[in-house]
């Protein structure tokens, strides 16, 4: 499996170099989300830019990842731009489970905005 992952302080970017998430992959890619969640990744951006297709497997993969960071930080889900996984999307009727931003940059500043809210709320209940 092909990927970079990018890590900063508050998020990192994974990135999958690979035309199909599909049953080969996404064991190995469920592997990889239970890896960084131990190893502390607060908030994750799955970027899917190079994907063109997503089976089932792979859709199982990504929804464990979100459930992964449910409690932890924040899931986003960028660059489902191919027309195959946009439509997998929307016949699963996961854009109503999945937070899905178009692009790295909005997944970026949505990971900062979240963290603000959570400094926010929990300075608040200090009260």
Request: net charge negative; hydrophobic share 40%; aromatic share 8%.
């Amino acid at each position: 499996m092909k990927y970079t992952l990018d890590k900063s302080e508050r998020y990192s970017i994974f990135r999958l170099h690979e035309d199909n998430l599909n049953s080969i992959l996404a064991p190995d890619l469920k592997s990889e989300f239970v890896f960084f969640r131990n190893e502390g990744v607060r908030n994750l951006i799955l970027d899917l830019t190079d994907v063109k297709y997503v089976d089932s497997s792979g859709l199982s993969a990504i929804l464990t990842a979100n459930r992964l960071w449910k409690d932890h930080g924040s899931f986003v889900l960028t660059g489902a731009s191919s027309t195959s996984v946009k439509k997998l999307i929307e016949i699963s009727r996961l854009e109503s489970i999945l937070t899905i931003i178009p692009t790295v940059e909005e997944s970026i500043d949505y990971i900062f905005m979240e963290d603000i809210e959570k400094e926010l709320t929990a300075a608040g209940e200090e009260e």
